[in-house]
């Protein structure tokens, strides 16, 4: 495996298993098999509502001597609904009750939207709280709070914008070291990349493979597909390996941690193998300059009319 480095010397190993979309019945199979095959590196999130099976899978793994808990670094994220200070401590506690945990390796704030406390997923306006009601300062006070108690031992961010996490350096005691973004060659987010590099921040790639499992209602008509794009399977045909570890070593050559979904066990095991392809500069020049520029994960689900939150609040134009 190869690593990402924070700051106080712990080690993140760059391919992680994805839990977004796996759904309860089929993720606890799926981390067993992550952590069998040789994962250390499970990403989770409180909205993806099988937190519990996962720490089903934990438990298992640990008693059966499968893995130790400090062996693995666990990711969760805090949803929208807990952003005011007083809701991200018990939030975090909530997740680490249903990882069976009793810490973290890494918390991130999911969005940079808020929903009022106990709303799902807000589908009016008075269901949002906004910027006003609750900074980002605020939030990102509740994560510093979170990891002076010893809760996580890394806070960062998800689908945070440059102008959104200059916003949080402002007031930072703690400096975010983890943005986590929908990253692979139709999204590039070279500039993105680079601010947060340039400010001590590690990246995590989502949705490398792009997410083909999303529900109906969040995709679009017609959206391209990487899996099946003519350049990246040349690439692949040229290193004998699958079109899936192409767009995986794709973020770990760029030094970006990777978290492909799959509750597959032959996927699982073929994702993590692609820390052997050693893709050459000519392969990532043809991949950062593909020419398809698209946006699985768009956040237009936060966005509209019942909602006072716009696309410039989480992306750069
Ligand atoms: P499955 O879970 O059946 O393996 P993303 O990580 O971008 O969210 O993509 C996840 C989607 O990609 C899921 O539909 C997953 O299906 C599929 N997938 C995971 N690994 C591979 C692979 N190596 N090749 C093709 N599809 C894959």
Not at 56 to 69: H, N, T, W
Not at 295 to 306: A, L, N, P, V, W
């Amino acid at each position: 495996m190869k690593y990402l480095t924070f700051k106080n010397g712990d080690q993140l190993p760059m391919i992680g298993l994805g839990t977004w979309k796996s759904k309860p019945g089929e993720v606890y199979d799926a981390v067993l098999w992550a952590l069998s095959a040789g994962y250390r590196h499970i990403d989770c999130a409180a909205i993806y509502d099988n937190e519990k099976e996962v720490g089903k899978a934990f438990e298992k793994a640990f008693s059966d001597g499968l893995v130790k808990r400090e062996e693995i670094f666990v990711t969760s994220k805090l949803w929208n609904n807990s952003h005011r200070f007083e809701d991200v401590i018990p939030a975090l506690k909530n997740s680490l009750l249903e990882l069976r945990l009793n810490y973290l390796d890494l918390y991130l704030i999911h969005w940079p939207i808020a929903f009022k406390n106990g709303v799902g997923f807000a589908q009016t306006r008075e269901e949002f709280f906004t910027y006003k009601d609750v900074p980002l300062s605020q939030t990102w006070a509740g994560m510093e709070e979170a990891h002076n108690q010893g809760l996580t031992k890394h806070i960062g961010m998800s689908n945070f914008n440059i102008s959104k996490l200059e916003e949080v350096f402002e007031s930072a005691e703690i400096k975010p070291e983890m943005n986590q973004i929908e990253l692979h060659p139709f999204l590039p987010q070279k500039k993105l990349v680079e601010f947060c590099k340039s400010n001590g921040m590690l990246v995590t790639a989502y949705s490398p493979l792009g997410s083909g499992d999303r529900a109906a209602r969040i995709k679009k008509e017609n959206e391209p597909s990487l899996l099946e794009n003519d350049m990246v399977r040349a690439i692949a045909d040229k290193h004998n390996c699958t079109v899936g570890q192409v767009l995986i070593a794709f973020s770990i050559h760029r030094d970006i941690a990777v978290i492909p979904k799959s509750t597959n066990e032959g996927r699982i095991k073929e994702n993590l193998a692609s820390i052997q392809v050693d893709l050459d500069a000519d392969d990532m020049k043809a991949l950062l300059n593909i020419g398809t520029d698209f946006r699985y994960i768009d956040g237009s689900f936060f966005t509209g009319t019942k909602s006072p939150y716009t696309l410039s609040d989480l992306w750069e134009k």
